[in-house]
């Protein structure tokens, strides 16, 4: 893949960047075939690479630098965004959230059921995290798949504990 050139001013068209596939290894879950046929490449990895993280300026909790998108060149995309960040996120975006993309896209192939989990809100996550901000998902399902989101009523910590501890998926 060869440097794509920049446009100086914020005015000018871009050309697209065509990104290699950005699969973080050994997740907690089997995937990656399909991600692999799609990118019409050679499944690499193993079979614990479920996951495609597009234009990522994230990188996987506790191990960095993994995640994080490189842009043909070299640089990260979290580099090239805090250089420039009025091109790449443009003046209102900045003004409201700085240089933070506030978006992680992935491509998943779950080669397994997923388990039950949370994202936290922001006020959660600044507080007990350390992170900037929580975590929303939003879900664009290519082929026939469940997904089950909240509960059924409302439930108290310590039920919610013994039900995740003892595996009750069909109780949740």
């Not at 996951?51 to 580099?79: F, H, K």
């Not at 090239?80 to 900045?94: C, K, T, Y």
């Not at 006020?123 to 664009?140: C, I, N, P, T, V």
Request: charged share 25%; glycine share 12%; hydrophobic share 40%.
């Amino acid at each position: 893949m060869r440097p794509v050139a920049r446009p100086e001013s914020a005015g000018e068209a871009a050309a697209p960047i065509r990104l290699n596939a950005n699969q973080p290894p050994d997740r907690f879950y089997r995937g990656g075939e399909r991600i692999a046929r799609f990118r019409g490449a050679a499944l690499r990895g193993g079979d614990r690479v479920p996951e495609d993280w597009i234009a990522s300026t994230t990188s996987v909790r506790g191990q960095e630098p993994a995640g994080l998108t490189i842009l043909p060149g070299g640089v990260t995309l979290s580099q090239a965004v805090a250089d420039r960040p009025l091109w790449w996120l443009g003046e209102s975006h900045v003004r409201a959230f700085g240089r933070d993309t506030r978006l992680l896209v992935k491509l998943l192939d779950a080669g397994q059921r997923l388990p039950v989990h949370a994202h936290p809100p922001t006020d959660f996550a600044r507080s007990h995290l350390g992170a900037a901000h929580g975590k929303a998902e939003a879900w664009y399902i290519l082929s026939p798949g469940v997904v089950h989101l909240g509960l059924t009523r409302a439930l108290g910590a310590d039920e919610l504990r013994e039900i995740v501890r003892t595996q009750q998926s069909g109780r949740l």
